[in-house]
Structures are given as C-alpha cells and as structure tokens.
C-alpha cells in the first residue's frame, strides 16, 4: 500500500489542477456588485467641453468598458465591441484609463468607436473608485444604477453569450 | 521562407524524437542491439533541428520580421539588437523553444557522455529523454507554434516587456531551464533503472554527476533570477515567495534533497527507494512549475499569457508522465531491497534527517503556493498567500537543515560516536553561539532571527574549517584532496556566506521615502544623499527622467547615482529603474517614484541601503562552482575509462 502514496497525493492534485483550469484566479469578486455605481463626472475624449457622467444613464441598462489604447488585451476584444455596438444591445461606455499619451482620440478614429461616450479617467482615480485592478474590465450596470456583475480580462465571444447575455436577458434587455 | 523553415525544422525534430524514444525502448526490452543503436544518432539528429528551428526563430527576431505573430507582439523596431536576439525566448512560444533545445542538449549530452554504460541503459535513458521530447514538441507545434504568420503584419511590433530588457534577464532564463531540463537526464536514469529492475548502486552513480551539474545551472538561473528581480523592480527586494519563484525554488529543494540521497544510495546502497522517489520529484517539480507558470491557474506578477487550451495540454502530459512513472514506481518498489544497515547517529542517519527537513520545507512551499488554489476549487473564496506565511514556516524549517549540514560531513558511515563528535565539535559549537549572541550587539539592533543566522551561518563555516583541518592532519594535502570534498565544502561554504548575507539584509536593512526638491538631502545610515534634479533622456526604445543623486559620507562626495523613470515608446509602460551601487559590505540603492508637480522638479525619492546583499549572490556563485567542481571529480572519469573495455567485451561477446 506504501508504495502507491505518492501516486494517490499525485491524483489529488490533478483532480484541483483540473478544477483550477476552469477558475479565474485573477477575477476578485468586486465588492460593488449589488451596491450603487460610484458617481463620477470626468470629460469626454475629443469634446472636452462636454463631460459624461453615470448619472446620465439612470433608467438604461448600459455596460462600462475600462479601456486604455495602451492596453494590448483591449485590441483583442475591440472586434467584439464593434459588433455589439452594431448590434445594439445595451449602450457599452468606454473609460478611457490612464491615457497620458492622448492616444485614444486618434485610435478610436482608426479602428472604429464602438462606445457611446468615452470619458477621460487621466488621473486613474475613478479607475480606484470603482476598483479597477487592470484593463480590460467590463461592469454591467441596471436602470437604477446598481452594479450587477464585473468581468476581468478581455471579452470573448464565448464570455460574452455564456456571461453577458444571461445577465442582460435578466435585467430585461 | 525562413519562418517556414524553422517550423519544417520542428517537424523533423518531433519524427527524430519518436524514432529516438520508440525503436531503443522496444529494443531494449527485446535485447534487439541494433534497434537500441538507433538511440544515439536519433537523439542528435533531434537538436540539430531544434537548434536550426530556435535559429530561424532568432533570425526573424534580428530582421525584424513582423510578419511572424511572436515577433510583432515581442519585438519592436528601435529594441536595441542584443534584445531582439534575447527576445527570440521572451515569450511562452519562444521560451518554449528554448526549453526543447535544452531538452535536445541534455540528450545529445548523454549521448555523448555514455560509452562506458551498458547499451540497454542507454537505449531507455535516450528513449526516456525522447518521449519528454515529444511531449513538448508537439505541445510546441500544436498550441504555441512560434513560427505563425500573421498577415497582414503591423507596421511595428509592440516590443518586448521593459521588465525583461535587462542582462540579467538574458542568462537567467537559459540556465534556469539548464536547470529544470537537466533533472530530465535524473529522471530518465530513474525510469530506465525502474523498467530494467536493475536497481542496483550503479544507476546512483551514473545519474550522480549529472544530477550536481543541472542543480548548479539550477542555482544559478534562481540567483540571477533574484538579482534582476532586485535591481528591476524597483523596489529593493530580492524575493516575493511569488508562484514563479516557488515554481523555481521547489525543484531545487528536492534536487538538493536527491544530491544528497544519491551519495547515500552510491555509497551505502541504502535509500533506493527513496532516491528513485526523489528523482521522479525533482523533475516532477520541473514540469509542475511550468504548468503553474503557463497555465493561468495561479496568478503572479510575472506569468506568460495564459491559454486554457495549453493549461489541458500541459496537464494531460503531466498526466501522463507524473503518473505513469509513479506507477511504474509502485510497480517496481518490492523490488527495490536497501542494503547497508546503519545505527541512529551515522552519516547514513544525518543525511536522512537533512532529506526530511528539505521535504517538509518543500511541502511547505508547496502547500503555500496552491492554497489559493485548493480554497479556490474548493469554493471557498479567493485568498493570497504572501510572505508571511512562508516566513513564519520556511525559516524555523531550515534551522535543523543549516545544523545538520554542519555534522553530516564530519560523521562516519554506518555508526558514528556522539561523545567523539561533541568533542571534535565543541569549540566551534561555542564559538557559533558566541558569534550568535555578540555580533548582533554591534550593529543596530538585537534581533532573535539574526542571532540565529549568524550562530547557524558562523557554524557552517567553522565546520567547512574543521573539515579541512581533520583531513590535513590525516596527511593529505590541499592539492590531492579530491574534487567533491572541494565541491561539497565550497558549496557548503556558499551556503554559509548566503545565511549569512540574508541575515543582515533582512534585520537591518533601512529604506526611506522622501519628497525631494532639487538640492533637497536625506540622510539614511550615515550616508547624505542629495538631489540634483532629473534631466530628459532618451533611450533607444524609451523616454527617461533621468535624476541624479549624490552620495556623500562625513561631508566626502563618494558616488553619483543615476536612477530613472523610463517611459517605453511602443507599450507606454513605466518602469522604475534604480541605480544600484554595489559594494561588498553593503549596497545604496535609489529609486525614482512620481514626479510630484508639473515641472517635475521635485520628486518622490526611495533610499535604501542594504548591507550584506551582496554576500547572497556571492554564496549562491560558491554553491554553483561547488557543484561543477564535484561533478567533474576524478572518479567519474576513471569509471569511464575502467569499463569502457568491459563495454567492449561484453559488445564482442
């Protein structure tokens, strides 16, 4: 029976390995889900003059994008967002983190806008308010301005039918 | 074409390793010599090709070939060309490659190596190797093929991590996987004595030396790994406990357990069961930690780009390959009868109590690296373990190791005399304690945990002392002591310098941040640093602040410090870089923070000063020559030209 100790601990571990490969370590439950979105008024990239604001959106369903044209993962899920866009289901808002290049105004004139409003987090501070730990994250908001689920890393496809949409279809969109 | 090239390459490379490990491994089983003979060419023709693949790959580097994906997302056009080259192994696909060279290396290495071993043993060592190879290689062509196009291709690539544009970042990766890939030859020795039943002392001896020279390359990859941990991240310290590094650290905890268990089962033929066991171990760790490392289910500050795809792979084969060998290994475990008796108090005893010390510390490290993990799966909530925990449980585990490793040596075989021990050792038991209690004294501070570094680091080295005086009065010389006494004490020895440098870096360092306005001065343990403002710098592929710092003591200007904060121009990611000076009793360490207004005339400014950090790269370069120095110890040699004539015979025969 001694002899086969090591190979039963092996087997333990790969059964948690197997568990682990379907786990996100990095996903943090935010502590803002089911809590009010925290408020913010920051201005808008390419029309400083106007601001955006999440108050503006109280009775929508909207989704916030934190972004930044630096961030390499972003470019994966910029296809998708393109579509969603399109496709019209809820207003996606896109904050612009952490721009100190000014990069975003002329990328998103390249590649396409997906967003409805991009405002400009420079500082990064509305990126601590809302607990931002690194680009891309997504949130889903509802019409009373509660946040209902966060997503950390780039959106597939995949993420959003199996993650997204269910949450949408429940908030009634 | 080139690209293509590399990839036909890597396809040739994986037929080779299939011959390399199918035909010798039927052949030794049927006693079949020719399809055995197969092994050696097999196995060669196999690293010329992954040479030729790792060649293409470094080609499109130096060209800046961005049609190539792994390129155009690691490379950049204004990256300094030594980068570009080093850049070919930046990247999990490239890093890969890298490891199934080095794979191909330690093959070819045996292949070479070995004419004084049986052919059957050859045959399965080579075979072993080659279905290692295959595992990689197609996990290499199948989920991270390095060679992808991608068209159409970006005008410039997105550079290569500014973290990783460092020298010390250029060797450490290479004789890390030195390392880790070198307790393979370990473990094919293993396997194949396991599938030959031959488990006899021969086997430790033929995987002994190999075993020393992976863990060297191993030591040095996790000291060079440390040092650029230390001098990049800007933060002044030299080690996280962060999955990475534990993934590192684990193999090499077991590797020294096995260096150790080896001598016993060569020597005394005692311990094959569990010397087998340690084998397998070590280069287990080796492939667990590149499945935590390349999987995604840890997460650690520095950790490849994750794929779930490759996460099933590379779990699978650890599958496979873990698994199997441990069935092989309770297969074969009746058959394997210790000899050599030995009483409580022998060498015998000694090392087996340093073996368990090392495992539960690597059980330790183990269990604090998966537990987010475990609780994780478990759904029981996410946590991280930090520093903390691995202090509190690492530290008080390797005091008995440190104690031990002082006697171990000095013992007999078999049975050795505590009253004859206690007598040899009295003085410089005294004399540790001595140092123990008084020197803290003399520095700031009386700490518990530098009285015991320094009683436990001043004993090691008494005990090297002790161990060269006993053998001088036996009447050997300096000159014909042997090269593993030589190895074994300046390994030791490094580990004594090491403990001790730890001790002191870890009870007094001091570190300070400040606000500083140019002419703004700090004092930090004696020293006066004063800010001169920062300047615009521009590097090849990078903006910099560039500030300077002067060091003054007692009024004497001794050094300017130039620390940067750089700004890289194709990923727009900040770095820290300090500007070290390193001196051998204590390093100035500065490093630039956030400018702190517009103009960016004052600066937030971090001061350290280490003393003694330097003694840990310094013990671990004893450890690393250590272990060369008794690998190439005579008696390996001699083996090899006193049976290659049996060889001979038994071939003609």
Same mark, same amino acid.
């Given at each position: ?89 809820? #207003? %996606?808002?896109?904050?612009? /983190? +952490?721009? $100190? ?6 990328? =998103? ?44 890393? #780039? %959106?597939?496809?995949?993420? /959003? +039918?199996? $993650? ?6 429940? =908030?009634?969109? | ?653």
């Amino acid at each position: 029976m001694k002899r086969w100790i090591p190979l039963i601990l092996f087997l333990v571990l790969v059964g948690f390995f197997a568990k682990g490969l379907f786990l996100n370590p990095r996903e943090v439950p935010s502590p803002f889900i089911g809590k009010a979105a925290p408020d913010f008024t920051l201005p808008v990239v390419g029309d400083p003059n106007t601001t955006f604001s999440p108050a503006e959106m109280k009775g929508k369903v909207w989704v916030m994008n934190v972004w930044a044209p630096w961030c390499v993962s972003c470019r994966q899920e910029h296809g998708l967002l393109m579509a969603l866009a399109q496709s019209q289901t809820a #207003p %996606i808002v896109g904050l612009n /983190w +952490k721009d $100190k290049d000014r990069e975003a105004e002329m990328l =998103l004139a390249r590649e396409g806008n997906p967003y409805f409003a991009v405002p400009e987090d420079l500082s990064g501070k509305v990126g601590i308010d809302w607990g931002v730990t690194g680009t891309p994250e997504t949130y889903v908001i509802d019409q009373a301005g509660i946040v209902r689920m966060k997503h950390v890393g #780039p %959106i597939s496809p995949e993420i /959003w +039918k199996e $993650k997204f949409e269910p949450k949408l279809k429940e =908030l009634g969109v | 074409m080139i690209p293509e090239l590399g990839h036909f390459a890597l396809i040739v490379a994986l037929l080779l390793a299939i011959t390399q490990a199918v035909l010798p491994l039927i052949g030794a089983q049927r006693g079949n010599l020719t399809l055995m003979s197969v092994a050696r060419p097999a196995a060669q023709g196999q690293f010329v090709f992954t040479v030729i693949a790792f060649i293409c790959l470094a080609y499109s580097f130096l060209v800046n070939d961005f049609t190539v994906e792994n390129v155009a997302s690691n490379s950049f056009s204004q990256l300094p060309e030594l980068y570009r080259f080093t850049a070919t192994w930046g990247s999990h696909e490239g890093s890969l490659l890298l490891w199934v060279v080095i794979l191909a290396f330690w093959t070819t290495a045996v292949s070479v190596f070995s004419r004084h071993l049986p052919d059957d043993m050859v045959a399965r060592v080579l075979g072993v190797m080659g279905l290692i190879s295959i595992g990689f290689l197609v996990f290499l062509l199948t989920t991270s093929n390095p060679f992808d196009r991608l068209l159409p291709a970006p005008m410039d690539g997105r550079d290569m991590n500014p973290l990783l544009q460092d020298w010390g970042m250029i060797i450490h990766p290479p004789m890390l996987y030195m390392g880790y890939v070198g307790f393979a030859v370990a473990f094919a020795f293993a396997i194949a004595a396991l599938l030959s039943g031959r488990l006899d002392a021969a086997w430790a001896r033929w995987s002994r030396p190999w075993t020393t020279v992976a863990w060297a390359f191993l030591t040095l990859g996790i000291a060079l790994g440390s040092w650029w941990a230390y001098r990049e991240l800007g933060w002044g310290g030299w080690w996280f406990w962060d999955p990475t590094e534990n993934a590192s650290f684990m193999p090499w905890i077991a590797g020294t357990a096995l260096i150790h268990s080896l001598a016993v089962t060569e020597k005394r033929g005692a311990f094959k069961a569990w010397t087998v066991l340690l084998a397998l171990t070590a280069f287990s760790l080796s492939l667990l930690g590149t499945f935590l490392v390349r999987s995604g289910v840890l997460s650690s500050v520095h950790a490849f780009a994750t794929d779930p795809a490759r996460g099933a792979f590379i779990l699978a084969f650890l599958v496979l390959v873990i698994g199997g060998s441990l069935v092989l290994y309770a297969w074969r475990a009746p058959k394997m009868l210790s000899g050599g008796g030995f009483t409580w108090f022998s060498r015998e005893a000694l090392l087996l109590g340093n073996n368990v010390v090392l495992l539960a510390a690597l059980g330790a490290v183990l269990l604090g690296t998966l537990y987010p993990l475990l609780i994780d799966a478990l759904g029981m909530g996410k946590i991280s373990v930090g520093p903390p925990y691995f202090n509190a449980v690492f530290v008080p585990l390797m005091a008995p190791a440190l104690f031990l490793m002082g006697i171990g040596p000095l013992a007999r075989w078999k049975e050795a005399s505590l009253p004859d021990m206690v007598s040899r050792l009295k003085w410089a038991l005294a004399i540790s304690v001595a140092t123990g209690l008084l020197l803290p004294l003399t520095l700031d501070g009386f700490k518990p945990w530098a009285v015991f570094g320094f009683a436990m680091s001043m004993w090691i080295f008494l005990t090297v002392l002790v161990g060269f005086r006993e053998r001088l009065k036996n009447g050997a010389r300096l000159s014909t002591l042997t090269r593993s006494f030589w190895g074994m004490q300046l390994a030791h020895l490094g580990m004594a310098v090491g403990v001790a440098g730890i001790t002191v870096v870890a009870n007094y360092e001091v570190e300070r941040d400040v606000r500083m306005d140019i002419g703004d001065h700090t004092e930090l343990a004696g020293y006066t640093f004063t800010f001169r403002g920062t300047t615009e710098h521009v590097g090849p592929n990078y903006r910099a602040a560039r500030g300077t710092v002067e060091v003054s003591k007692n009024g004497k200007k001794l050094y300017v410090l130039h620390p940067e904060k750089r700004i890289y121009n194709a990923s727009g990611m900040p770095m820290t870089e300090a500007s070290v000076r390193p001196v051998l009793f204590d390093d100035i360490y500065v490093a630039l923070g956030e400018p702190l207004d517009e103009e960016a005339k004052t600066w937030a400014v971090r001061v350290f000063h280490k003393p003694f950090i330097n003694w840990l790269w310094i013990g671990s370069l004893l450890m690393v020559v250590g272990g060369f120095l008794a690998a190439s110890d005579r008696r390996y040699r001699i083996a090899v030209k006193a049976a290659a004539p049996t060889a001979a015979a038994a071939q003609g025969a």
